[in-house]
């Protein structure tokens, strides 16, 4: 009885133990996947992990309520949510589809204190919202990312130019926002002066005056770090560039067919990063001065050829980042390969014309030349296997993978290609993300059967025109133990086969199918349905580009997503919720 008592006595406090080992522990644990699995260990750790989580992103808003996060997360520094899906950045997704930012701006308002960072993409975001988050969190807001939204205007832009004085990074690319003014840049470059980022890149913003952006670079001097406009002479932005000492990205203006207004134009002396739109062979000059400083490009709205393309690649030996379009041609990445040995991404678009061409022959030079590449999308024209075995033996680092066949040609030097992509997964072993985007005959159910065998990291899945019959989709099922997102265009699994899919995959967080071919009441597709598995049709009518006549309208789509929050109420009459019912009382 002795005994005992005295190892009572000298146990440690269960609890006290418990919040050293955490105290020692989570201040190094970063990564968002590893806080879920600490915050699994008791329920001691899943508090001190709400407590302590200063970031959190909502991959789709409706996975969970605002509510439920504040009372989860209420120390929240920095929030992302996510709207509409992927989808409608290719307007597949009708543009009221949803992802309202008003419940998540209240919430802010009320519970979440300590945002000083905010990231809403794809959302619907209206110029009510931005006036309750200015009064509420102006002055506190440091990063505020309107990212792909849509709903606002210049209005709201104004409140913010007024109210957040500390912003560090104000980030508006390819949001469609209602120009009324220019005075929002004004008002920002009058009430900020540590501004770091300002992105309206890609924007209708073109009313701005010259004398603002001179204002802020002058104002922000010591901070500002890249600037990213929507269209407008670069020759005017000479002041701008004078003032913008520390400036390192710039992206947009226009070069216009007047070379000789660019005779002299000095960038800042920083600068590595650029994006240059229209520009041609004769603007080329005025970027050799920094080319060798140059890590990242994009040439996605230049309007170069191939040679364009090579004389100026071969100049960038500390390149890092690549974006252009299919007009760089094998001969294009071969220099590539050749000059750019620290390429780390590339995405490789379709042009507009039909004289780009990108194969097996330009893939191989890249997959052998640049070693460190960790993101590779590429638009093919045409593949073989030796290619993507090429990429699996050589490209150790790649994380990200992504190749679409584009239909420019008949035929094809070798289809299918399952043992390419076999060799590929198997030797790209870090590979997170996966894209093959093909034509009918282009993977075979073998071809899923080795997808699902090899990709053992694969998180997000990007499917088109792959496999033969339901048996590829069940065999793909067996394997990706960590598949989290799946995508697919042009499947035509039957409903069972989808069902079987998901039920085999229990990481399975999000699916979309474009396409789908609903059968009577949707009855069949219902056998995926599970606990906490949101459902919805939706129709093609509302999408820009959608035939108008019933008979030809296209196959709705299928949305399907993990969620706590049960199925949402605001949806449109372009979409069906399947499951769970809903409940409008």
Not at 83 to 111: C, H, Q, S, Y
Not at 274 to 302: C, E, G, W
Not at 377 to 383: A, C, E, K, S, W
Request: hydrophobic residues 40%; proline residues 4%; glycine residues 8%.
């Amino acid at each position: 009885m002795e005994e005992d008592l005295k190892s009572t006595r000298l146990q440690p406090d269960s609890t006290e133990f418990t919040d050293t080992v955490f105290n020692c522990v989570v201040p190094y644990i970063h990564d968002h996947r590893d806080r879920s699995s600490v915050s699994l260990v008791c329920r001691k750790w899943c508090e001190l992990d709400g407590v302590t989580r200063k970031h959190v992103t909502i991959a789709i808003c409706y996975s969970t309520t605002p509510l439920r996060l504040s009372q989860r997360f209420p120390l929240l520094e920095s929030l992302t949510v996510k709207g509409k899906p992927r989808a409608a950045m290719f307007d597949l997704i009708p543009e009221n589809w949803g992802g309202f930012v008003t419940p998540w701006v209240r919430i802010i308002d009320d519970k979440l204190n300590c945002l000083k960072c905010l990231h809403f993409r794809r959302m619907i975001v209206k110029d009510s919202d931005i006036d309750l988050l200015t009064r509420s969190r102006g002055s506190e807001l440091r990063v505020l990312k309107l990212d792909l939204c849509s709903g606002f205007s210049t209005d709201g832009l104004l409140r913010i130019g007024k109210l957040c004085g500390n912003l560090r990074v104000l980030y508006l690319q390819e949001s469609l926002i209602v120009e009324k003014d220019g005075e929002w840049l004004h008002e920002l470059a009058l009430n900020n002066s540590v501004l770091e980022s300002l992105n309206f890149y890609m924007t209708d913003l073109g009313k701005f005056s010259f004398k603002d952006l001179e204002l802020i670079a002058k104002n922000c001097r010591e901070s500002l770090v890249s600037v990213k406009i929507s269209e407008c002479d670069v020759a005017d932005l000479a002041v701008f560039f004078n003032n913008a000492v520390r400036l390192e990205e710039f992206g947009g203006g226009a070069f216009s067919n007047q070379p000789d207004k660019y005779t002299g134009l000095k960038f800042p002396p920083l600068l590595k990063c650029v994006a240059l739109n229209y520009m041609s062979q004769t603007d080329i000059p005025v970027v050799l001065p920094f080319a060798s400083r140059i890590t990242k490009l994009d040439l996605l709205y230049a309007l170069f050829d191939t040679d364009d393309h090579c004389f100026l690649v071969q100049r960038c030996p500390n390149l890092e980042v690549l974006d252009t379009r299919d007009a760089i041609r094998d001969r294009g990445l071969q220099v590539l390969s050749q000059y750019c040995k620290k390429l780390r991404r590339i995405k490789i678009e379709r042009g507009d014309d039909e004289e780009g061409f990108v194969s097996q022959t330009g893939l191989i030079s890249l997959a052998q030349g640049c070693l460190e590449l960790e993101c590779l999308h590429v638009n093919l024209t045409d593949i073989s296997n030796e290619a993507l075995e090429c990429v699996g033996t050589h490209l150790k680092k790649l994380y990200d993978f992504r190749m679409i066949l584009l239909d420019k040609e008949e035929r094809i030097t070798e289809l299918p290609l399952d043992n390419g992509v076999r060799a590929l997964l198997n030797g790209c072993n870090k590979l997170e993300r996966l894209g093959v985007y093909l034509r009918p005959g282009g993977l075979t159910d073998v071809g899923l059967g080795y997808i699902g065998q090899y990709a053992q990291n694969v998180r997000y899945m990007l499917l088109g025109f792959t496999g033969e019959t339901d048996a590829g989709l069940i065999e793909l099922s067996k394997g990706c133990p960590k598949l989290q997102k799946l995508e697919m265009r042009g499947c035509g699994f039957s409903e069972h086969a989808l069902s079987t899919f998901v039920l085999n995959v229990p990481s399975l967080r999000y699916l979309w199918i474009q396409g789908y071919r609903a059968s009577e009441n949707c009855s069949g597709i219902l056998a995926m349905a599970r606990p906490f598995w949101n459902m919805e049709l939706i129709s093609s009518e509302g999408i820009d580009g959608a035939p108008g006549n019933s008979e030809q309208q296209q196959p709705p789509s299928l949305l399907a997503y993990y969620s706590l929050a049960g199925q949402r109420t605001d949806f449109p009459e372009t979409v069906l919720p399947l499951h769970p019912p809903v409940n409008l009382h």
